[in-house]
């Protein structure tokens, strides 16, 4: 096994001369050590399958899900791809809501530990998948912006951000991403595995308790600008067929980047969930969870008036065409 530093970044590594369908116990604690390190691996043409990805998944945890299809083309039964989603249905609408700068599953009562994307189809051009380094973004801010946010925290919601980014106000099911809960989480987080401190910041986070409306979001729009402001925090992944990528949901921002959506963009996606006694803030049953239902219903109250300029419009999408998705 190689485990080669990405040239001229601050994080990630690629790995290579292995196969992660068939890794031994020895091999597996290498490459949980690099994770750790350096934040995410890059493992090209490994061609997982279906099962193969699930079965490296769960060496880091419990799943949220496993082998999903996180891509703009129908799967069907027999595995096969058939119809491009349209960019008006609810799948392509949280697909285009991911360009933004996030972490995954804030928006749950257990946020994500971890996630992999392997690729299947990838666009002529565009469609990379890019990533960025919480903790050297932290690291990086003087001691006046450390000590103001240390005690700060703010709710994340998916529902907030897609109309905050597109636009777009998906049906509230409590069966869904698009659920009605906000969960409240620090602006800083201690690494619960390393010890290091990193900011904890993306598209779902809003509405921080104590500070006005527009104060809230000029600093949380400013902290996840300074994270991305220089280029040795941030790298782009150009997809080719068979590639999977590893990162650490605790310590680094990621996005798509746009593509033709008419061409097919297909990966497939597992994600870990945290572990409860570090990643969890509350559920809905308990008695803090009303903060968060109140502050994001008088949010996405204001922001219907706000965000007629976005993609969509400020609308839902049409019946019919609602195909769900997963949301980082």
Known sequence: MHITPVNGKVFGAIVTELALDSLTDEAFDRIREAFLEYGFLLFPRQFLTDESSAAFGARFGELEFAASPMSNQERRPDGDYGRIYGLNTQRMRTNVGNEAWHTDSTYKPVSSKCAMLSAVKVPATGGETELADMRAGYAALDAATKDRIGALSAYHSTQYSQANDVGDFPPQDENSIYHGEAYLRPLVKVHPETGVKNLFVG????????????????????????????????????????????????ALLHRAKPYDYGDARVLIGTRVAGDPATELAYYPTDPAARAGRDALKAELTLLRREVNDRRYGGTTAAVGERASGYAG
């Open 203 to 250: 598209r779902h986070a809003f509405g921080i308790p104590g500070l006005p409306r527009e104060e809230s979001r000029k600093l949380l729009r400013g902290l996840v600008d300074f994270v991305v402001s220089d280029a040795a925090r941030v790298y782009s992944h150009k997809w080719r067929p068979g590639d999977t990528l590893l990162w650490d949901n605790r």
